[in-house]
């Protein structure tokens, strides 16, 4: 790949003049700098420098010489993040964070504390074209694309403010990463490599709409990370009234492409359920939900969906809930409630953004 094409391939709308070296991997970085006239070893110390030790710019990267570190001011770039604004939930210690990207967009990033380790939920774009109807990031659309660095440096802004390492890694926030398809792989590979801060893939899950023609590709990429499917409905009717992506890919075409996931991975798909009260918590959801998922080794992840004004929609009672967990247990179903988290921080996926941005009142 030419240093042209990188170029293209890693530009954001403010520096398309410059190269993106933190969405390079370490084999493009390597090309790159030798095109600059220096060392192979110099990629080993820019991409440890990006990448584990989460360098905001070059001239913090002390161990390079001067007129290299000037050479890479004047003709590439770090997509560094200023921190616009961090809401702390005084409930369960969540973080929710808005950055502000170098054209002056806001990115949406979580963390939350589990017992297992600290996660945090990235975003893969500004804003989302899918239009679910209980979603704030669809509010304003889509702005654009992040770059494979925007979407690793979510996470290592998030740890330089607190000082403690991410172990797990959810892409589950604004955005649909298959839409954003080419970034979330560059990204997959940037964030495990051993050089740099080395995620293991177990630790990673993409969650998708339901694209089918990327899920089978992803299948095929064997990327070996978790796939999360956004269901929210037991039934083509149901789901196309929540989720405009219904239109194009039927229940049968979705889950069928989650079974050859699994089928070519090896690696259990869960299906994410917002629970919408007088929507989808129904007795005959669970009755639909059973046959969707007959003989399919996943999990179901319900989730009391968080209440965003605009869109009308809230989640049952705790009884409700419990009734419906219960339901599909009984039914066959290895379903769990997702532990509701940072309700008072504007928790739901593009909340915070819409409302620094005027989308939500």
């Known amino acids: 790949m030419s240093t042209e094409e990188m170029a293209q391939q890693t530009e954001t709308p403010t520096k398309s003049a410059k190269v993106?070296?933190?969405?390079?991997?370490?084999?493009?970085?390597?090309?790159?700098l030798e095109s600059l006239g220096e060392k192979r070893f110099r990629a080993e110390q820019v991409f440890a420098w990006i990448h584990e030790r989460h360098a905001a710019s070059f001239d913090a990267m002390t161990n390079l010489s001067k007129d290299?570190?000037?050479k890479l001011t004047?003709?590439?770039f770090l997509p560094s993040f200023a921190t616009e604004r961090i809401q702390t939930s005084a409930k369960d210690g969540t973080?929710?964070?808005l950055f502000k990207t170098l054209d002056g967009e806001f990115v949406e990033s979580v963390r939350?504390?589990?017992?297992?380790?600290?996660?945090v939920c990235i975003s893969s774009q500004i804003g989302c074209r899918m239009g679910c109807k209980f979603c704030a990031s669809t509010l304003g659309g889509l702005v654009r694309s992040l770059t494979a660095g925007e979407m690793a440096e979510q996470i290592y802004r998030i740890e330089e403010d607190t000082g403690e390492?991410?172990?797990n890694v959810v892409i589950m926030g604004m955005g649909e990463p298959f839409d954003n398809y080419e970034a979330l792989l560059r990204f997959l590979t940037l964030i495990t490599d051993e050089k740099g801060h080395h995620l293991s893939r177990r630790q990673i899950t993409v969650s998708t709409c339901g694209i089918v023609p990327k899920i089978r590709a992803f299948a095929d990429a064997d990327t070996g990370v978790t796939l999360a499917l956004s269901l929210h409905a037991s039934n083509d009717a149901m789901r196309r009234e929540i989720m405009p992506v219904a239109a194009a890919y039927d229940l049968k075409s979705v889950v069928d492409a989650c079974r050859y996931y699994f089928e070519k991975t090896g690696r259990r798909v869960t299906f994410e359920y917002a629970l919408i009260g007088g929507v989808n918590d129904?007795?005959?959801a669970v009755s639909e939900l059973s046959a969707l998922f007959k003989g399919f080794p996943c999990h179901l992840n319900v989730i009391p969906v968080n209440p965003v004004t605009e869109t009308g929609m809230k989640a049952p009672d705790r009884e409700g809930v419990e009734r419906f967990l219960k339901a599909l247990e009984k039914a066959g179903i290895h379903a769990t409630v997702r532990r509701e988290m940072g309700r008072d921080i504007d928790g739901a996926c593009g909340q915070l953004r819409g409302r620094v941005t005027h989308q939500i009142p």
């Open 20 to 32: 993106d070296v933190a969405s390079m991997t370490r084999e493009e970085l390597t090309a790159y």
């Open 95 to 97: 973080k929710k964070y």
């Open 282 to 284: 129904t007795d005959w």
């Open 165 to 167: 390492r991410v172990s």
């Open 112 to 119: 939350m504390i589990y017992k297992h380790g600290i996660t």
């Open 68 to 70: 290299l570190r000037k």
């Open 74 to 76: 004047q003709e590439a």
